[in-house]
């Protein structure tokens, strides 16, 4: 007898589709199907088959598929139009019928009911589910830091001058024409406003500490952090999940080259010490389009306004708001490379962690700056 090839349906060996109906005392029993429920072999029987089940179904038997020795789309759609196009009761298959079902379009056979829970509650138990894999991952990513940071000291050879002098640059010098337009004019947006209320109760020279102290302390550190966390944060986040996608990284591993040292730690430092110079470039801009937009409603004089900002500013304040900017640095670079060293090798996971890391860091961003005006609240400055 010839053998057929591979591929190729052999009809000779095939076995005739059947039902057996088991009988189960005190129920309708059990539909239990055997053969070959192909195309070839349910050729001529189609007829019978459907009478058959379908007279089964009516009697409401289980159904188990899991003897089959070849299941098809023939076979599929004779069982559906024998079940009425509805899914009986009960049926026991193998995840490759589920699979064929599910391909043709026909619900699937829901799993074991064991009472039906909230999809509300679901979501925010995947949500802290989640939430607990990020502070894991995150605390495991910082505790490498430190650990390769006490190497560093020990082996300073090691530090990546050129890396750290490089992402200074990126993430400083060419963050100053972004920050500088967009810090400008909010200057002139919140002046033009500020303005307007004190003329109202003809208090026009308090424009320069209203500006002044809002500009130093919080809204020129925080301007500048948002502005380099979608800016510089999405950039290194694109990068190293771009590393990782042409697998980059994996040939660091292979090397033997730590990616924390080699990668993580020249972005935090850098922005770290980047962070404060554009901070302080922002808030310049900031009362800059302050005092042009004050000299056009006010009519106040520029050397006035100039004079007036130390004395309504304490320099403690300038200490603080360079302070804040110095750890959203470090927060931003940290979010951004951890989100970058997650992404999986695929271009739908290099989006979506690109994305993550933008909003993680901004929310970051505006945590620590909401415990550090409390911190600083309490101890009085």
């Not at 057929?4 to 189960?24: F, K, L, N």
């Not at 193998?94 to 979501?123: D, N, S, W």
């Not at 996608?245 to 993580?264: F, K």
């Not at 909401?370 to 911190?375: E, G």
Request: charged share 15%; hydrophobic share 50%; aromatic share 8%.
């Amino acid at each position: 007898m010839p053998v057929a090839e591979a591929g190729e349906y052999d009809s000779a060996a095939a076995i005739a589709p059947q039902i057996v109906h088991v009988h189960v005392e005190g129920g309708p029993g059990l539909a239990r199907l055997e053969g070959d429920w192909s195309l070839l072999s349910l050729r001529g029987r189609f007829e019978a088959l459907t009478a058959e089940a379908s007279g089964l179904c009516r009697a409401g038997v289980a159904w188990d598929l899991r003897e089959l020795r070849r299941l098809d789309n023939a076979g599929a759609m004779t069982l559906w139009d024998a079940w009425g196009q509805r899914m009986p009761v009960q049926v026991n298959w193998l995840a490759e019928h589920q699979a064929m079902f599910a391909k043709l379009g026909l619900p699937k056979l829901p799993t074991e009911r064991r009472g039906r829970v909230p999809a509300g509650l679901i979501a925010f138990g995947g949500s802290l589910l989640t939430m607990a894999d990020h502070l894991a991952g995150g605390t495991r990513l910082l505790g490498q830091l430190g650990l390769d940071c006490w190497h560093l000291l020990r082996h300073p050879g090691l530090i990546a001058w050129r890396d750290i002098s490089v992402n200074i640059y990126r993430t400083g010098a060419q963050a100053l024409g972004i920050t500088a337009l967009v810090g400008f004019l909010v200057g002139v947006t919140l002046s033009y406003l500020t303005s307007r209320q004190l003329r109202l109760f003809g208090a026009d020279i308090y424009v320069v500490n209203i500006l002044g102290l809002s500009v130093w302390r919080e809204l020129g550190p925080l301007l500048a952090a948002i502005l380099v966390a979608g800016r510089s944060g999405s950039a290194m986040t694109a990068q190293l999940g771009v590393m990782r996608v042409t697998q980059e990284l994996d040939a660091l591993s292979v090397m033997g080259i730590s990616h924390t040292i080699r990668l993580v730690l020249p972005k935090i430092f850098a922005l770290g010490v980047a962070m404060p110079l554009v901070a302080l470039w922002t808030s310049c801009m900031v009362l800059a389009g302050g005092m042009v937009a004050a000299r056009a409603t006010l009519g106040l004089d520029y050397v006035q306004f100039l004079h007036g900002i130390p004395a309504a500013v304490p320099e403690a304040n300038l200490w603080l708001g360079l302070g804040k900017a110095h750890v959203f640095g470090l927060l931003i670079a940290f979010v951004a490379c951890y989100f970058g060293l997650r992404i999986k090798p695929n271009s739908e996971s290099l989006a979506v962690g690109t994305t993550s890391s933008v909003v993680s860091s901004i929310t970051a961003v505006i945590i620590a700056d909401a415990a550090f005006a409390i911190i600083f609240q309490r101890v009085g400055i």
